[in-house]
């Protein structure tokens, strides 16, 4: 889905608001972080931590390489 979204002035920065039923789809409230990542494309706004994904990413692969290891260590 894509929507405009109109940017305020707030203080030393410019803000933009996000309408009640796209913040409910995405499970976002008040106090929330989100990540705003510069692409070729414009700016992609997401809840998910690039960083972290990549990192599960890398477990879960050693998890699989490592599988009976970890199982013994688990006992």
């Keep these: 889905m894509t929507r405009g979204l109109k940017l305020r002035q707030a203080g030393g920065s410019i803000s933009a608001t996000l309408p009640k039923d796209m913040a409910d789809r995405l499970h976002l409230s008040a106090g929330d972080t989100v990540f705003a990542i510069e692409?070729?494309?414009?700016?992609?706004?997401?809840?998910?931590?690039?960083?972290?994904?990549?990192?599960?990413?890398?477990?879960?692969?050693?998890?699989?390489?490592?599988?009976?290891?970890?199982?013994e260590l688990a006992k």
């Design 39 to 71: 692409t070729d494309r414009g700016i992609l706004l997401t809840p998910y931590d690039p960083q972290t994904e990549e990192a599960l990413a890398i477990a879960a692969k050693v998890a699989g390489k490592y599988r009976n290891a970890l199982r």
